[in-house]
């Protein structure tokens, strides 16, 4: 059984894109698992009569899965981080993270301010064992299967050890969530060569190449497209969060340009929809926050009602993976990791 605390407040399209999303994720999901809509319960509230007896009228039956949390505070996407924290303690996402930490839930899920939520998520939930910094973990389309790429916007700048722990997280999330029993990590570079890169990622390599992670060496960007390189497959790459942030922006470009080029080529609208199968983010829902002790999924700003349904089930299954107690036993912090 899971209780997933979700943000009705966050994101572009709020509440009405979380609080359908709730609904549509529950549907999909074993009964055992429940919702907490945390936000404004004199929005909130009406939504769901309005929405039951409308437009998901067919799935009225999981109403009683669902409790509304009264959070009157609203953290903006204009706030800054640090403050809307400090000031705003009633917020969705505060009451939210507050509840997981106190055990009244096992995942928190929002579409909210990005930054915001990685520093209530540090502050109120904090970081497991030895780990400095936490990083997200995003999911990238391939040619083959997805990969992880982190960190994919949390740390801007970061030392060598703190790349060696991103790629330990990386392991665990693609062990746990994709299901690959001995994860091939490599590390993205401006080359294959050891001795390309930057100081950090210089000192990286090689403190990578002496660990105990199924190491593969070095990547480029367009190795990532194709899932790997002549080495062989890859699972999980690993780069500071300025570099990844950049890749995950020019990805999210990328269905753009290809369905210019390829309307322009006469392709059919249907096999359009096929070619692009996992470059929607509403595929994946979010991205969580690996390394705090819990689960927080960060959703997309302009997330949709299946954007939010599909970060539903992410936490879910985070929650019944026990994921955040296997990065506790990788870092020395599993008593206190204990979710779900």
Known sequence: MARIALDAMGGDHAPQAPVAGAILALAELDPSHTLQLVGQASVITPLLDSLFTGELAQHSAVRSRITVIDAPDVIEMSDKPASAIRHKQNSSMVVGLKMQAAGESDAFVSAGNTGAQMVASTVMLKLHGDLKRAAIGTLFPTSREPVVVLDSGANVDCSAQELVDFARLGSVYAQDILGREHPAVALLSIGEEAEKGCKAVLEAHQLLKDSDLNFVGNVEGRDILAGGSERGEVDVVVCDGFVGNVLLKFYESMPTLMVGRLKKSG????????????????????????GVRGVSIISHGSSSSRAIKNAVKLAVRAVESRMSEHIGRRFGGSKAAKVG
Do not use: C, I, T
Not at 273 to 280: I, Q
């Open 267 to 290: 392709v059919e609208s249907d096999k359009l929809a096929n070619a692009l199968e996992g470059f929607d983010y509403s595929d994946y829902g979010g991205a969580p926050l690996l």
